[in-house]
Structure formats: structure tokens, C-alpha cells
């Protein structure tokens, strides 16, 4: 079946700390990729998206990931997190193909708290 | 610019009652998807639908029905209330030929 693994569930951090959160994904073939945030009560924000072309994508508030096919990963980073950034964080998959149409796939989720 | 309206934003009902949400696609968009995420838990597909018809179906008890209108907009009905539907429920629409999934606000729904 068609799974995406976060590797992290809650991520504690300091600010000014860097982040990267993994993300893979079991399915060989084409895939669309995202990063979504929640803040806590809110609905979900996309942070980036991969579709085609470069694999390196930038995405808001200074988040960006990298594609790795071969590794069928998509992990987020961000260079130096902010006290703002605390929230959970989904990475999604959207496999191409035959019997798909287009839902997404959900990660579990990672909790990131970042201490002032 | 337009988003995806959802309403109500918060509903409170007993067990074994009924329950209706709604959603308002991004106008232009034929696709609408429900998606259940229960507390602490990632978002769990339920059901899409495009242009009126149902296009694929996830984990959605059979107490749930759904389905999209003339005018794009979706309803989930939910019969038979058990306390473990509570959850935020998200609709989200996209445009024609294109993946990426826009967000409604959700449906925070309480069953006691």
C-alpha cells in the first residue's frame, strides 16, 4: 500500500537552531510532493510543493526540501527556526497512475516546538 | 482571492444524532476531497468527487454519505453520531488538470 513515513514525531529545537524533518514515501512510481504546517487550531497551510524540474524547492517562510528520487525522500529544512515556527508539520504525497485520483496521502505528522 | 469555505466551524452534537457539512470549492474548481483528521492523528482521506460524480472513496464508515451539487459545492452527511467521529474535517478543492489541494478552514466536530 501507499504509505509516507515522517521520521520524527516531536522535534524540540532552541531558535536560531536548524531543522530538518524526513519524509519517504513508498510508491515507484510519479509522484507530487508537499510540506503542509498547522498551527495549533488551524487548518492546514501549504509550505511547498514539488511537481517537476528542480528537485530543491522553496517554499514560504524560508522552508525549502529536496526531492531524492532514488531515495524516494522529500525532507524539509529550514536554516534557522523561528519561536513562530511551532507547529505540526505533514509531509504528503499525491502518487500518479492508474486508480489514483489525486488524494493525498498524509505523513504522520511532526510536532516542532522551538524554545525562545 | 476566493478560498474554500467550509461551514459550520464548529458543531456539537450528542450521539446517534445527524450531522451535515458543507463546502464551497474555489469557484472554477470541479474537484472536492473530504479528509478526517481526528485529534493528534494526520489527515485520513474520505471521499472525492469530480465534476458531480464520486471519483474514489477511502475509509468512510458507511454511515457517511456524500456528494457534490450542480454548483461544486459538497455536503458530508454523517447519520448515527459515535463519539469516535469527532474530529476537524477538511474539504479541499482543486482546479481543473491541476493536483495541488486547497485547504478549507475545516469543520470542528464534537460528538458527546
Known amino acids: 500500500a501507499q504509505s509516507v513515513s515522517q521520521h520524527n514525531h516531536h522535534v524540540i529545537l532552541s531558535e536560531a537552531a536548524s531543522l530538518e524533518l524526513g519524509c519517504n514515501y513508498s510508491y515507484g512510481g510519479t509522484v507530487n510532493l508537499f510540506w503542509y504546517v498547522q498551527y495549533p487550531g488551524q487548518h492546514l497551510q501549504l509550505l511547498l510543493k514539488?511537481?517537476?524540474?528542480?528537485?530543491l524547492v522553496k517554499g514560504i517562510k524560508g522552508f525549502e526540501a529536496e526531492f531524492i528520487k532514488s531515495k524516494f525522500s522529500f525532507n524539509l529544512r529550514k536554516p534557522s527556526v523561528q519561536w513562530s515556527d511551532t507547529a505540526e508539520y505533514f509531509c504528503?504525497?499525491?502518487?500518479?497512475?492508474?486508480?489514483?485520483?489525486?488524494?493525498?496521502?498524509f505523513g504522520q505528522g511532526t510536532t516542532l516546538q522551538v524554545k525562545p | 482571492a476566493a478560498g474554500v469555505i467550509q461551514s459550520p466551524r464548529h458543531l456539537i452534537k450528542e450521539k446517534r444524532e445527524t450531522a451535515t457539512l458543507k463546502c464551497y470549492p474555489i469557484?472554477?474548481?470541479?474537484?472536492v476531497y473530504w479528509y478526517q483528521q481526528g485529534p493528534g492523528q494526520d489527515p485520513q482521506f474520505l471521499i472525492s468527487?469530480?465534476?458531480?460524480?464520486?471519483?474514489d472513496k477511502g475509509s468512510i464508515p458507511d454511515r457517511f454519505s456524500a456528494q457534490q451539487f450542480s454548483d461544486y459545492h459538497s455536503e458530508l452527511n454523517m447519520s448515527s453520531l459515535e463519539l469516535g467521529d469527532s474530529a476537524l474535517y477538511f474539504c479541499?478543492?482543486?482546479?481543473?488538470?491541476?493536483?495541488?489541494?486547497?485547504f478549507g478552514p475545516g469543520t470542528r466536530l464534537t460528538v458527546l
Open positions: 504528503a504525497v499525491i502518487p500518479h497512475g492508474s486508480g489514483n485520483t489525486g488524494k493525498l496521502i
Open positions: 514539488y511537481f517537476s524540474g528542480d528537485p
Open positions: 468527487f469530480y465534476e458531480k460524480m464520486q471519483s
Open positions: 479541499a478543492s482543486t482546479p481543473p488538470g491541476y493536483n495541488e489541494q486547497f
Open positions: 469557484p472554477r474548481h470541479d474537484t
